[in-house]
T-cell receptor
């Protein structure tokens, strides 16, 4: 079992659809992160959860809604997305303290039609 | 906030050394990380250095840190075609758990 698993790997959706991205970590970490990676910009941090509590929301539009039911699972609920939201969405986890690096999943490639 | 700059491309021949450079602005960064991203994959942690060190060696990888100039570099010895990927520099904040990523350097290794 890999450390951080993201599903689905690829997702194509229309602008009016609702879908969810899932992330699961098997590393016993306490912190989980959502990042957006698009072609023209550096990796952008979206949300951070520590012990299931959201500690960072980096001015993300409300059409992205995160959920963290426990320290091992993180979801990103999507609705009414725009074409510019097409990107690779990466999940990471860490122990949440200094010197403990973030470990990444392989991402979900999202395409908005 | 922190700004992290990397050059976009680096091309080397197989067997040569590669040096990927990174500059950052936040002098309070405590841990500084290097990640590798291969096509279609997420980011793989390569190595990291603590800010009270100026060099760390890990097999073919050598990290150099110049805190005064806020300059970090990653040297890959005996570069192989499998090293072709995008390399990201990511200084952590003073708590060490929030990272700011550079734009990445695409390393191309020619046989």
């Amino acid at each position: 079992e890999t450390g951080v698993t993201q599903t689905p790997r690829h997702l194509v959706m229309g602008m009016t659809n609702k879908k969810s991205l899932k992330c699961e970590q098997h590393l016993g970490h306490n912190a989980m992160y959502w990042y957006k990676q698009s072609a023209k910009k550096p990796l952008e941090l979206m949300f951070v959860y520590n012990f299931k509590e959201q500690t960072e929301n980096n001015s993300v539009p409300s059409r992205f809604s995160p959920e963290c039911p426990n320290s091992s699972h993180l979801f990103l609920h999507l609705h009414t997305l725009q074409p510019e939201d097409s990107a690779l969405y990466l999940c990471a986890s860490s122990q949440g303290r200094g010197g403990q690096p973030q470990h990444f999943g392989d991402g979900t490639r999202l395409s908005i039609l | 906030g922190e700004d992290v700059e990397q050059s976009l491309f680096l091309s080397v021949r197989e067997g040569d050394s590669s040096v990927i450079n990174c500059t950052y602005t936040d002098s309070s960064s405590t841990y500084l990380y290097w990640y590798k991203q291969e096509p279609g994959a997420g980011l793989q942690l390569l190595t990291y250095i603590f800010s009270n060190m100026d060099m760390k060696q890990d097999q073919r990888l050598t990290v150099l840190l110049n805190k005064k100039d806020k300059h970090l570099s990653l040297r890959i010895a005996d570069t192989q075609t499998g090293d072709s990927a995008i390399y990201f520099c990511a200084p952590g904040d003073n708590a060490g758990n929030m990272l700011t990523f550079g734009g990445g350097t695409r390393l191309m290794v020619k046989p």
